[in-house]
């Protein structure tokens, strides 16, 4: 039989876990999210805080988006779990450390990570290489999306109950996705036990953004096609809750980033602030 075939996970996700250690080292206390572990599994070079893109300034905006976006979504899977679901499901999972760091609410559920099989492979080598193994309550996935392998499909094979209520969690993918493949994800969560939540992350068109904003965004962009991996597909809220109704959710609900600086950010005195241009669509079945 050959052997898995393991791939480092893409920057975008390297960055993200970057961004999200940066927080803890760089910001002052309190922490929105306290997660050094991604860090640990990316194992990037002594000198990763030197990097341009790890510019302890000019990113603030960026890493504060992703650590508000994260502890919405910790906040969202804790709110559920209190109220019964058992299933959590997180769609192009990267370097996510939700298990590991909080196995006392993870442990409470069946937590289904869906990614590439090659950066999914690496990431169980690193798991086991740094002492947090696969436990049994936590299963990886690996579906080849660009060979349009059905992702539910995947998950049922992997002990999934599509007639129980789940979370499923997808950010930072839709902008990488074309219109039509965002709708037939959301035509097929939208198909899932009724109780089931979905939030899902939009990049905003760069029209809707404050001035302040608008060259991280190109900047952004900009990287993401230098890196082979372009940004592709904006929303407008009121196109995304369009899509989302069209696909079948009844309830479909604009989680603006504002609103996300509002609940974890207000009460800050060092001036951190996410950067606007990525929103949520939370919807449910």
């Known amino acids: 039989m050959a052997a898995e075939q393991t791939e480092a996970p893409d920057n975008t996700a390297v960055r993200t876990a970057l961004w999200r250690a940066m ?15 991604g860090l640990h ?19 603030r905006g960026f890493r504060a988006a992703i650590v508000a976006r994260a502890r919405f979504v910790e906040d969202l899977i804790v709110q559920q779990v209190d109220r019964g679901v058992t299933q959590y499901v997180i769609l192009g999972a990267g370097l996510d ?58 998950l049922a094979a992997a002990g999934f109950d599509a007639s129980r209520p789940a979370v499923i969690v997808s950010t930072g993918v ?32 760069i029209e809707l953004l404050d001035d302040a904003d608008r ?16 940004f592709i597909s904006f929303y407008t809220p009121p196109e995304m809750l369009a899509l989302a109704r069209e696909a079948g959710f009844e ?10 600086s509002e609940r974890y950010f207000a009460d800050r005195t060092d001036g951190l602030r996410p950067s606007g241009g990525e929103d949520l669509l939370l919807a449910t079945t």
């Open 23 to 37: 927080h803890v080292q760089v910001d002052p206390a309190p922490h929105v999210l306290a997660d050094e572990t």
């Open 41 to 59: 599994l990316a194992g990037p070079d002594d000198d990763w805080r030197r990097r341009p893109d790890m510019d302890p300034h000019a990113t």
């Open 97 to 154: 450390t939700f298990a590991q760091r909080r196995p006392e609410v993870a442990s409470r559920l069946r937590v289904f990570e869906v990614d590439q099989p090659g950066p999914q492979a690496w990431k169980r080598r690193r798991l086991v290489e740094l002492g947090y193994g696969i436990p049994d309550w936590l299963h990886l996935v690996p579906v080849d999306f660009e060979a349009s392998e059905d992702w539910l499909k995947k």
């Open 174 to 205: 839709t902008m990488y996705l074309t219109k039509d493949a965002t709708a037939a994800t959301l035509r097929q969560i939208s198909g899932l036990a009724t109780g089931s939540t979905l939030a899902m992350t939009f990049l905003l068109p």
């Open 215 to 230: 060259p991280g965004l190109r900047a952004s962009k900009e990287g993401a096609q230098a890196s082979g991996t372009p």
């Open 251 to 260: 309830d479909a609900r604009h989680v603006s980033g504002d609103s996300l």
